[in-house]
């Protein structure tokens, strides 16, 4: 009888090792270059995916945060989505480091609209000494130089503090201007960048809106690489219907880097090296999005 306890307890003791080392053992000859793709991927926000949960979220919680996560100490606790499934090669850049992006030859001959939101006698958001359309151009000045040293032709809205109207005209009028430039521009690309702000100064965070089916791959692409770049809290992509992204043709995107009512934030937001690490991670998104197509 204790014989058989004992063996019993043994094949348990067995296939529980089995079960935690096999799988790790099986994706680290994977190359960790296809695990951090593959989680990089992740289309749910942090806030997202630790809702509901159901069983097999909560055994892929364990495999990824408990057993994966400390064994290769990339995850910083967030949970990993499996939900994507697009094949997509990327070189993961360090967390909060520029880094290099692979076949970002796609931009060749590209047309893309870059918008940096506001501007003139319209600062947008401000908040703890945070003008958002400062912080806009600065991205949009840093994201320019990105698109155009891979071959890109970028067409700035606005490369000064300045309204893109005439001063004086309407919003509608302003918002106009910068579709107008995107349309008889024939651009391949529309992107928006603006600041957000919020009565909870606590709230913080980056994210990617699009407008109805035409863009949610770019929102997806810019918003993973932006978060990896800039370390920001995932705040993920939503539709939204943005005068700028509802009457533009090509893909497009409006950009919240981060909220100026955030004391912490509207910091970092003003910081060069915060914005390039920005501007890389929009660029990395867009370069993605190309080679996916
Ligand atoms: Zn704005």
Redesign the pocket.
Known sequence: MFKKKCLSACLLVILFVMMIFVPVQSVQAAGLDSIVSTLAQSTVSSEASTGGGGLVNELLDLLFNKILGPVLNIFNGKAASSSNTSSAKITPLPSGNAGSVVDSGVLRGKVIVVDP??GGSNP??VANNDR??DN?LAVGLKLKDKLSAAGAKVILTRSTDRTVAPEGSSLGQELESRVSLAETNHADMFI?I???ENPDSSIAGAMTFYHSAKSPQLALSVQSELIKATGAVDKGTSPATYYVLRNTSMPGI?V?MGFVSNAAEAGRLQNDSYQNNIAQGIYAGVVKYFNNR
Do not use: I, P, R
Request: charged share 15%.
């Open positions: 939101g506001h947008g958001a958002e359309a806009n928006s603006h600041s957000n409006l919240e």
